[in-house]
């Protein structure tokens, strides 16, 4: 089991940057497959990016160019780089850990954070 929680949220203006944390417990961090997804208010909880055990990453069309996961398994730490910040990426963001390939598709993803809430402003 592993529990995670996540740090790095706030507000911020269009065009700014923000760099999410996600700090683990536990001794396998390195078998885990790690996500980030986010949900606004009223909207279902919608991929964002996936860090593979082997460093493969994977992100959503709205955020490819803008964000970078990365992930350091020395420090049970995986991270989320936020860069040219838009409006509609306001949502609260959670990190997930997946003991399978992960990937977009969050019932995968068996233990969650409890959030860190990123608001953007024009």
């Known amino acids: 089991q592993v529990q995670l929680v996540e740090s790095g949220g706030g507000l911020v203006q269009a065009g700014g940057s923000l760099r999410l944390s996600c700090a683990a417990s536990?001794?396998?961090?390195?078998?885990?497959?790690m996500g980030w997804f986010r949900q606004a208010p009223g909207r279902e909880r919608e991929f964002v990016s996936s860090?593979?055990?082997?460093?493969?990453?994977y992100y959503a069309i709205s955020v490819k160019g803008r964000f970078t996961i990365s992930r350091d398994n020395a420090k049970n730490a995986v991270y989320l780089q936020m860069n040219s910040l838009k409006p509609e990426d306001t949502a609260v963001y959670y990190c997930?850990?997946?003991?399978?390939?992960?990937?977009?598709?969050?019932?995968?993803?068996?233990?969650w954070g409890q959030g860190t809430q990123v608001t953007v402003s024009t």
């Open positions: 997930a850990a997946s003991t399978s390939a992960g990937g977009t598709n969050y019932r995968l993803y068996a233990y």
């Open positions: 536990g001794r396998t961090f390195g078998s885990y497959a």
């Open positions: 860090i593979s055990r082997g460093s493969v990453t």
